[in-house]
């Protein structure tokens, strides 16, 4: 029996809705297969236990959790409570920093009768490559007084380790793929840091010449995003274009709410951690209507990240189906429930078996 032990953190807002749901999903996955069994140990860390606490996790979080295979993470965040900057740099990016989670892979791709905004979204599959360690996420700056004015500088860090890493990994995701690497690049308006990354992308695009390239402003490749997803393939992306870009794929599929990650421990010293696009989405929290569909395919991702590609095209061809039924929740136009959604899933799985 090949058994998985898995760090469940819910967190905040819906992320304690869909989180269970997916749970619900990979127990089915064990029925089907007969030999694999999930582990979950949950987590109660979150804005709530903020209040209680006065830190998102204990002094010895991540030394427990770096014993797992893997986190499986909903949302963080409850800005009513407790500051975003707070319970996120204490809680994911502290995971994802410490845990030298660099890559944070991001797909977007139609689904068939999945209501896209979009007028003809028959045929993307694209996949963001998000640089998630560095970049415009620092903490290197501060605020200073000139004269009676208080000014904010927010410094950006991109290493060439830290920008190859990200490009090397877009370079190979790239060759099993549709062999074409977007760069998304900032370089006429960015001094330094933009020109750099141009540069590095240069250099590693000589070293992969079965490769196609390509380099687009930010803006324009945003926009392209909305007009013509059918032309991409793999994007790599600084850490914060790539969290803007990835709430654009998402919303040209249908909705943020089914879109998934993966944050990448690549050189396999810690546990990855996976977690979909979306937040807490407060305006909808308790209402029974957050759509699953992000952290269930987020949870194919952990199982292809085990090796169990298998199980994972399993799960995503449950997705589409009942995705094609109409049976999914009001953000992509039906009246489904959270658990109805989730319950369709697992009866799509245990009939296709
Ligand atoms: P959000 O993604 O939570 O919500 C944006 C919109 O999308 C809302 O209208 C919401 O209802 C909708 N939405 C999101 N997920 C959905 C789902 N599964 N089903 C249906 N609709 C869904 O973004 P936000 O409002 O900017 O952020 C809310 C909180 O979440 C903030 O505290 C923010 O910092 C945090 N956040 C956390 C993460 C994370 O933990 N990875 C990601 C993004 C935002
Ligand atoms: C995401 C989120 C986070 C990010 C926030 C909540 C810090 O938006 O995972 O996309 O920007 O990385
Ligand atoms: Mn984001």
Do not use: C
Not at 54 to 59: G, V
């Amino acid at each position: 029996m090949k058994t998985y032990e898995i760090a469940a953190i819910p967190g905040d807002g819906i992320g304690k809705e869909v989180v269970p749901e997916a749970v619900r999903v990979l127990h089915e996955m064990e029925k089907i297969h007969g030999d694999l069994k999930f582990e979950f140990t949950e987590f109660p860390w979150s804005s709530e236990y903020y209040l209680e606490h006065e830190q998102m996790m204990p002094d010895d979080g991540l030394e427990t959790l770096k014993t797992f295979d893997a986190i499986f993470l909903g949302a963080v965040g409850n800005p009513e409570i407790v500051p975003d900057h707070i319970s996120l740099w204490e809680l994911l990016i502290n995971i994802r920093r410490n845990f030298e989670q660099v890559i944070n892979i991001r797909p977007a791709r139609a689904f068939q009768g999945l209501r896209s905004k979009l007028a003809n979204p028959e045929d993307f599959d694209l996949i963001v490559v998000r640089e998630n360690s560095e970049g415009e996420y620092s903490e290197v700056g501060g605020t200073i007084y000139q004269g009676e004015e208080k000014i904010a500088i927010q410094n950006a860090i991109f290493s060439r380790k830290g920008t190859e890493r990200a490009m090397h990994y877009a370079f190979e995701l790239a060759k099993s793929r549709g062999k074409k690497v977007t760069s998304a690049t900032k370089s006429n308006g960015i001094y330094h840091s933009m020109p750099f990354w141009d540069g590095v992308f240069h250099d590693l695009s000589n070293q992969y010449p079965d490769v196609e390239t390509e380099q687009m402003h930010i803006d324009a490749l945003a926009a392209s995003f909305v007009t013509k997803p059918e032309s991409f393939d793999t994007i790599v992306a600084s850490n914060l274009f790539g969290d803007i870009l990835t709430d654009i794929g998402a919303a040209i599929m249908g909705s943020v709410g089914i879109a998934p990650a993966a944050n990448i421990n690549i050189n396999g010293k810690y546990p990855s951690m996976f977690e979909p696009v979306h937040g807490s989405a407060p305006d909808i929290v308790g209402k029974g209507i957050a759509n699953p569909i992000g952290q269930i395919w987020t949870a194919k991702m952990m199982l292809d990240h085990f090796g169990e590609t298998d199980m994972g095209d399993r799960l995503l061809s449950a997705i589409e189906a009942v995705i094609r039924k109409g049976v999914v929740t009001t953000d992509i136009g039906g009246k489904a429930t959270t658990t109805e959604v989730t319950d369709e899933i697992i009866r799509q799985i245990a009939e296709e078996t």
